[in-house]
């Protein structure tokens, strides 16, 4: 479905991605994981049309990514984006005139579920209340792919939770699920895939429950075991 | 590209809203002190309202550019380029709201003021005086024009495109700082440069292209020439997107 080919994104003299190429199947949910720096942001802010590889190219469904490919890839920032003026209607309304695969029963639905009122102003909203209203209005597109950027940031552990039953009930055979998160613990319960970058490169990619199953290692202990103290420590 | 219009407008809608207020503001102000007879307070309200014209027009470019800066370099760009949207597509909505906009207020203006001027004239009984003087200065000059409505019309049409020309330069400016000289030395004198670049073009061909043709034609030369080069930059700044563009 999404495929990265030596990927690589420079900034100046920073090497945020670097030559990053990896398949992403339809039917899968992926943890995207690593530390701050590591190049999870960029790479999917490419996959999502917003920002052109320096070199590489990602394909969707055999095309490149771009104008044509942002009407089936949802994207969710992890820093707020919504124009100050709107409220959540407004946002709704929006998501609405701009993505056919968009539903607003569904994103009314969500926000309900999220215990947020479609009259609130976005100006106004505290971070938690933020990101879950990114997430809804997200969630509410019926998308071939979706790449949530940090989803659980901000969030309490109820409306966490809540948030899981939507991601888990969002996967579907023709789908694909990225998410990005610095809480691995939250992941394993929810992905079956596992991609570890470091510092642009891309480390490892892991099917979570046949590694749980072959060596005993949970995706957090990967993730000590890969980005610990001094490169990495044997945990497993 | 109608969604995008809309929203094109919605973003700035709240500007024009304070700029119609305070120009009814003025304008009420204008009749009371015209119909008390209070002549100083009339002269001021008169100079509030040519200001209100000038600056509301002008403000309205300026908001334009403020708006395409923040949608290419704060996080809510993502709202507008996640849309499946070309770069064209986007920038012509914003070329395209600008556009009209500055049309609405200048006609607006335009017709305000004509009604103003009659009324001031009307109230005096001194218009048909006024004119023919001012005439007779213009033709003590060697300028050869007939002041009238067709005149001002011309003018302000003139004013409007080439404001319009003078937004689009500054998109394109602003895109180049933003996705070609991101992080390099001296990225704002350069793109300020270029801009200046570009009027000083527009102004030379004006100028060149117009120099022996009858004044009441060069009006709307003028216009053609500012519309074509707003073209022209429109084709560069949006390929530019298209190319180099990452929010």
Sequence with gaps: MLKSEAVTKVFGSQTAVDQVSLTLEAGHIY???GPNGSGKTTWMKMAAGL???????ILFKGEPVGVKSRASIAYMSTEPYFYP??????????????FADFSMARYQELLKRCDLTEGLKTKALSSGMMAKAKIAVTLARDASVWMLDEPFNGIDLVARDRIKEAIIEAAAPDKVLVL???????????????????????VKEVDIETERVETGCSIADEYRQIYGAQGGTEVC | MLNLIKYEFRKTWMTKLIILAITAFAEIAFLITLYTNKEG?????????????FGGVLLIGIQSISTMHQDMNTKQGYMLYMTPNSCYKILGSKVIENGLSLLVAGAFFFALGALDITLVFGHSGELNQLREMVNEFMKQLS???QLDGQMFAGFTLSFLCSWLGTVVAAYLADV???CLLSGKKYNTWVSLLFFILLMWLTGYAQVSLTQNLPIRSVFLWHSLISLAFAAIMYVATAFLMDRHLSV
């Design chain 1, 180 to 202: 990005s998160s610095h809480l691995v613990e939250e992941m394993e319960a929810i992905a079956d895939k596992g991609i570890f970058l470091r510092k642009g490169q891309l």
């Design chain 2, 143 to 145: 300028l050869g024009v």
């Design chain 1, 31 to 33: 943890a995207m994981l």
């Design chain 1, 85 to 98: 003026w709107m409220t959540l209607k407004d946002v709704g309304l929006y998501y609405q005139d701009f």
């Design chain 2, 41 to 53: 307070l009339n002269a001021l309200t008169i100079l509030l309202l040519v200001m209100l014209a």
């Design chain 1, 51 to 57: 920002s052109k590889p320096t070199s590489g190219r």
């Design chain 2, 176 to 178: 180049i700082s933003t």
